[in-house]
């Protein structure tokens, strides 16, 4: 193992260190069960007080009655019985439905797009399971190691503990983890950030570890509904059918036309494809239809015609209930970082970097303000409800919820 952990301190920009812990300090790795913190854990298992956590954060049984999840936990356990690493599983399933499930389903109400990833890290990883080790070790007496396609190195001209962008951009995550609380970047120990997944396949079949051939993990049940395309069905088991009009209008007279009706504002996001059969003989109406705007006082859905139409695009975008990851004052860096060119954004994980031109400060500074950020490019259907994530080019300084206006 010592050889892979030797990569983590040589794969450093200049200006940081990666700090490592000592042989005798405790050491909780977060498995999930796929290879990335099956790779992880592996890198630590060799230290005295390293063992697994496994957390279960959603129920629902199966036809054969088992959790949904029984499968995941059954290979965690399996990598640490591989790794003579002792492993717990621990419940946070309550903790989950109060601070991600329920605030997902209210957003959706509203008729804004939720990012439940990000609130799950916020709230479950790095919220839940850090006070639950907190009680159980004492705060500041371990390292919580996870899975992430991201870095947490320490700043050595400012000793400040910094979050940075994964060295594989295809896989980095640290979008995922922006509205983590800054205070607990001190201990938490981020391997897979040093690697590419090519990489970390390859350490899990050289060490011959149970998960090496295991495909990635789309998450948790749920989610996982989302990807085969089922996540409308699970959501109308919990939203309200709330039919409303689907509607264009006249840019010039501004009136209504009616052309269909939705299920619910929940139903569509911003930029998202309409299959409304439109007359396509006249080429006024011909072509693929997109949401452009949800009107939450009216119940309707705005579509217009064709995916590239300027009324998707915007080159401004406000940002609330900022969460910062930066010690300094983060509105003069971020002054300071525009002037110099540096300061990007991103509201989607995995896109190229937006240049920021521009931040005006619209409501109080502090945290829960606003910001507007005025882009050098305009960009696609930012829909309301995700997060806008706001890096110095490698370095996120933190991220807020974008809202309409």
């Not at 854990?41 to 954060?57: D, E, I, K, Q, T």
């Not at 199966?62 to 999840?69: A, H, L, Y």
């Not at 690697?195 to 350490?203: A, C, L, Y």
């Not at 495909?215 to 049940?221: L, M, R, T, V």
Request: hydrophobic residues 35%.
């Amino acid at each position: 193992m010592q050889r892979y952990l030797e990569v983590l301190g040589k794969r450093l920009p200049q200006g940081f260190k990666q700090l490592q812990p000592s042989k005798h300090d405790n050491i909780i790795i977060s498995m999930s069960s796929g290879v990335d913190s099956s790779v992880s854990a592996a890198l630590y298992s060799s230290f005295p007080n390293a063992r697994g956590v496994y957390m279960r954060n959603w129920s629902n049984k199966e036809n054969d009655g088992k959790n949904c999840d029984e499968k995941d936990w059954k290979d965690a356990e399996n990598v640490a019985k591989y790794l003579n690493l002792p492993i717990d599983m621990v419940n946070f399933e309550k903790e989950y439905w109060i601070d991600v499930f329920e605030p997902m389903l209210t957003n959706y109400e509203l008729g804004v797009t939720p990012n439940p990833d990000v609130l799950c890290n916020r709230y479950i990883k790095f919220g839940s399971l850090k006070r639950k080790l907190d009680e159980q070790y004492g705060t500041d007496n371990y390292w919580l190691v996870t899975g992430h396609y991201s870095r947490i190195l320490q700043n050595v001209a400012t000793t400040q503990f910094e979050l940075l962008r994964g060295l594989d951009t295809g896989k980095d995550q640290s979008y995922y983890l922006s509205q983590v609380n800054a205070s607990t970047l001190n201990q938490v120990l981020l391997p897979m950030g040093h690697f590419n997944k090519k990489e970390v396949r390859s350490i899990a079949q050289d060490l011959k570890l149970p998960t090496a051939e295991k495909p990635d993990s789309q998450g948790i049940c749920f989610v996982n509904n989302s990807q085969q395309g089922k996540f409308k069905s699970f959501l109308k088991e919990y939203l309200p059918i709330e039919k409303g009009n689907v509607i264009t209008i006249d840019p010039v007279t501004g009136n209504k036309t009616v052309w269909g009706q939705h299920n619910g504002l929940w139903s569509y996001t911003l930029g998202q494809k309409m299959g409304l059969a439109m007359p396509q003989g006249d080429p006024k109406y011909r072509g693929t239809w997109f949401v452009a705007e949800k009107l939450k006082d009216t119940n309707e859905i705005v579509i217009v015609q064709g995916r590239e139409n300027k009324k998707l695009y915007r080159d401004n975008v406000f940002l609330k209930n900022m969460t910062w990851l930066v010690r300094d004052n983060p509105l003069q860096l971020i002054q300071d970082s525009i002037k110099k060119g540096s300061l990007f954004m991103q509201y989607r994980s995995l896109q190229d970097p937006i240049v920021i031109e521009k931040c005006n400060i619209c409501r109080d500074q502090e945290n829960g303000g606003q910001l507007e950020l005025i882009l050098k490019t305009s960009q696609r259907a930012m829909a309301p409800g995700q997060y806008g994530c706001l890096y110095i080019q490698d370095r996120i300084i933190g991220s807020g919820t974008i809202v309409s206006e």
